[in-house]
Nanobody, 125 residues
C-alpha cells in the first residue's frame, strides 16, 4: 500500500487550500482515511478522518467548521478542503489509512497502518 499526499503550498491568512491523498496497491474503498499534521516543535495533531463509506467524519476541535474531509472512491483519492487558514495551521500534513479502525479510535494515529510522506502547508500572515 502506498499513500501520496500533495497539494500543500504557501497561502495567505484567510485563504483556502485543498490537499489530496491517493492510495495505490489496495482497494481504496475499504480503508478509513485520516489527516494529521505536525508543526515544528509540536506533537502530531489529529485533523480529520472519514470512514470507508464516507458516511461518518470526525474533526479536530481546531479545524472544525473550517476544514472538510471527503473522498472519491472511484478515484482512490481523499481530500482535505481547508478554508479560513491562519498561521496556526502551518504544519506538515500527513494522510493515513487503515482497514480496521473502530469508531472510538478514529482520532488516534496508532489506528492507521499506512502513512503518506507529508505535504507542507505554510500560512503567511
Amino acid at each position: 500500500v502506498q499513500l501520496q499526499a500533495f497539494g500543500g503550498g504557501l497561502v495567505q491568512a484567510g485563504g483556502a487550500l485543498r490537499l489530496s491523498c491517493t492510495l495505490s496497491g489496495r482497494t481504496f474503498r475499504g480503508y478509513h482515511v485520516a489527516w494529521f499534521r505536525q508543526a515544528p516543535g509540536k506533537e502530531r495533531e489529529f485533523v480529520a478522518a472519514i470512514r470507508p463509506n464516507a458516511g461518518s467524519t470526525s474533526y479536530g476541535d481546531s479545524v472544525k467548521g473550517r476544514f472538510t474531509i471527503s473522498r472519491d472512491n472511484a478515484k482512490n483519492t481523499a481530500y482535505l478542503q481547508m478554508h479560513s487558514l491562519n498561521s496556526e495551521d502551518t504544519a506538515v500534513y500527513y494522510c493515513a489509512a487503515g482497514d480496521r479502525v473502530i469508531l472510538s479510535a478514529m482520532r488516534s494515529a496508532s489506528a492507521y497502518h499506512y502513512w503518506g510522506q507529508g505535504t507542507q502547508v505554510t500560512v503567511s500572515s
